[in-house]
């Protein structure tokens, strides 16, 4: 039997985020499937200097990682963390598929939309 590479999605890469993929990035059979988060500082230059994929875990900061240039691969990079995880981790490779996982998971029902306030 084969040794196997388990991969290790890193959900932020603060204090313990960054330790983590440092421990992970030293084992034989680990290795880090990228690094999602919300944030464009220091920390994220860090990650990306380490050689670690990166990803956005919402919309929003896509943008602002896009527009710093620091998203390595915007065509996996998804909306919300649960699909970013997949994403890293190579369980679903369509961001679409992914999102309707979600929803399923979630219950989210998009025929169904509720409006609120005064029209």
Known sequence: MGTRTVRVPVNGYGVIGKRVADAVALQDDMSVAGVADVVTDYRIRLAVERGHALYAATDEAR????????????AIVTPETVDAIRAMTGLESSGARSIAKTDAALEIRKDLLVWGGAR
Request: glycine content about 8%.
């Open 63 to 74: 943008s602002r990682m896009a527009d710093a240039g620091q998203v390595h691969n915007e």
